[in-house]
């Protein structure tokens, strides 16, 4: 994992360079909101380890990484008579925070997925992504790329 961050932090230094992004939005499933649980977003991710946790560190300390708690997108859903304890078990799972980062991932200029040895490379999830991507991409060219993986 940590060689896999590594590697992810040069391709993306190499594509701001080349592009001028700024703003970088990071879908996971590693558990951004520290709970006693610390679970993952997923339930296909299991077992979160030394390695998930130095390879997150590596993300954070080289880039302002973005996710959907950083952006507050989903802060309003406290606002909400069912209560914060009910939201946070909402937010804890991959449900509402997954639909966030699906309809980031898709609109997003570049979308950018890891290699078959950092990630679990046959995904639904991604897979749903590129489709729409690729037609989006087909339709009206807003966005830059389909998907691009970088190297291990």
Known sequence: MPQCSKNLVAYLKNLTLKTGITNIYLATDYP??????????????????????TAMKILNSSFNINTWVS?????????????????????????????????????????????????????????NVIEARQKLFKNNGTIKNTVDRWKL
């Open 32 to 53: 951004l909101v520290k709970d006693k649980k610390h679970k993952s977003q997923s339930s296909s991710f299991m077992s979160i380890g030394d390695n998930h946790h």
């Open 71 to 127: 952006t507050h997108a989903l802060d309003y859903l406290h606002l909400y008579p069912m209560g914060g304890e009910q939201i946070q078990e909402e937010l804890s799972g991959g449900g509402i925070q997954g639909i966030f980062d699906k309809l980031m991932l898709i609109n997003a200029d570049y979308f950018i997925a890891g290699p078959k040895k950092c990630c679990r490379f046959v995904s639904t999830y991604t897979y």
